[in-house]
Structures are given as C-alpha cells and as structure tokens.
C-alpha cells in the first residue's frame, strides 16, 4: 500500500458521511420542515447535538423552572431525559395560577427522570412513557395524567403520548441508536418545486 493511499485512509473518518453532517441541528430541521431534504436521506443528529439543541430550546420555551436537561439515547428506541426542575416556577413563567395548595405542593427544584420509548414506522410514530420520577418517586397513574395535562400540554398542545401520531415532513421513521437519532425520509417524496 503506497503511503498517500494509506494517509487517505487515515482521513476518512474526519469526513462527513452527508453534506447534512456540517450542519447545525436547527438547520437540518428547518429542511426537514421545508421539506428539502432528497428522498431516502439519512439525517443523523447526535446524542451531544441533541442534547445542546434541547437546552437552547428549553431556555427560550419554558423560560424559567428547568435547567441542566440531558438526553440519553440507547438502542431499541429508548431515550432517558433528566432535568432539575421547579414545577410551580415553569406555570408561573406560562403566566398560569397554580394556586396555594398546588404552588406549595410543587414549589422548589426536583431532579425528574423520563424514561420513554419511541417506535415508528410507516410515516407514523409512538411515544409511550415507560417510567417517570419526580424526585426519585415514581410517578403513575392519575397523578402522571395530571401532571402531563398541566405541565406538557399548554408547551405542546400537539403532543401525543400512548398513541400514534403523523410524524410529518415526508418522515418515513426515527431510528434511536445508542447516542444518535437518524431521520429518514421517505423515498418516494418529490422536493418542492423550489429545489
């Protein structure tokens, strides 16, 4: 083997697989929204670059209440998210009354551990929630359904969980890997006529 062949080989790695890898995960969103990315593209968004994305974001949505967020993603569809997080400041940020009962039940900062799987396929998608804590106590049942309709309803009011959802954007399906997600877009999708 010559040795600017062998030198080529060593650089590999530190190319891109995509021209979309060079991107910041905001941009490969917004082409995916625009619908312009080509049919049967893979988009991969990295553990960091979603963890990064999910802190930036969480900043400008909830405002305040909620801070040191991360992501874990693991193989099988699974992902693990924690935060430190003041229930009542994140209401009171959205303008909303929590009450006194309610305000002194929730008020101060908990770490919250949500451990959910996603499955999709077919242009469709699942959530469904396998654990949640709130300060190490797990959390079921009605209260979980209170909690889901107080706090992630009013952010997302177009969140599904426990059943099938429209993923959108011509998305044929999420693949979860451990530390990365891979959008693939569906192969018989035509590009806008803006392309």
């Given at each position: 083997?010559?040795?600017?062949?062998?030198?080529?080989?060593?650089?590999?790695?530190?190319?891109?697989?995509?021209?979309?890898?060079?991107?910041?995960?905001?941009?490969?969103?917004?082409?995916?929204?625009?619908?312009?990315?080509?049919?049967?593209?893979?988009?991969?968004?990295?553990?960091k670059e979603m963890n990064?994305?999910?802190?930036?974001?969480?900043?400008?949505?909830?405002?305040?209440?909620?801070?040191?967020?991360?992501?874990?993603?693991?193989?099988?569809?699974?992902?693990?998210?924690?935060?430190?997080?003041?229930?009542?400041?994140?209401?009171?940020?959205?303008?909303?009354?929590?009450?006194?009962?309610?305000?002194?039940?929730?008020?101060?900062?908990?770490?919250?551990?949500v451990i959910g799987k996603?499955?999709?396929?077919?242009?469709?998608?699942?959530?469904?929630?396998?654990?949640?804590?709130?300060?190490?106590?797990?959390?079921?049942?009605?209260?979980?359904?209170?909690?889901?309709?107080?706090?992630?309803?009013?952010l997302y009011p177009q969140?599904?969980?426990?059943?099938?959802?429209?993923?959108?954007?011509?998305?044929?399906?999420?693949?979860?890997?451990?530390?990365?997600?891979?959008?693939?877009?569906?192969?018989?999708?035509?590009?806008?006529?803006?392309?």
């Open positions: 083997m010559t040795r600017p062949f062998f030198l080529l080989l060593l650089a590999l790695p530190l190319f891109p697989a995509s021209k979309y890898d060079r991107l910041s995960t905001q941009e490969k969103l917004d082409l995916i929204e625009a619908e312009k990315i080509p049919p049967g593209t893979k988009l991969d968004f990295t553990e990064t994305f999910v802190s930036e974001k969480a900043k400008v949505k909830v405002k305040q209440g909620i801070r040191d967020t991360n992501l874990i993603i693991e193989a099988g569809g699974r992902v693990t998210g924690t935060a430190l997080v003041d229930l009542a400041k994140m209401r009171q940020a959205q303008g909303a009354d929590l009450g006194w009962l309610m305000s002194w039940i929730l008020e101060g900062e908990r770490p919250i551990k996603l499955s999709s396929s077919n242009g469709s998608g699942r959530v469904d929630l396998e654990r949640v804590e709130i300060g190490g106590v797990a959390i079921k049942g009605r209260a979980l359904e209170m909690l889901i309709r107080t706090f992630v309803t009013p969140a599904k969980i426990g059943q099938s959802f429209e993923l959108g954007y011509n998305m044929e399906r999420i693949e979860l890997e451990p530390r990365l997600a891979r959008v693939v877009i569906n192969t018989t999708h035509r590009l806008n006529a803006a392309d």
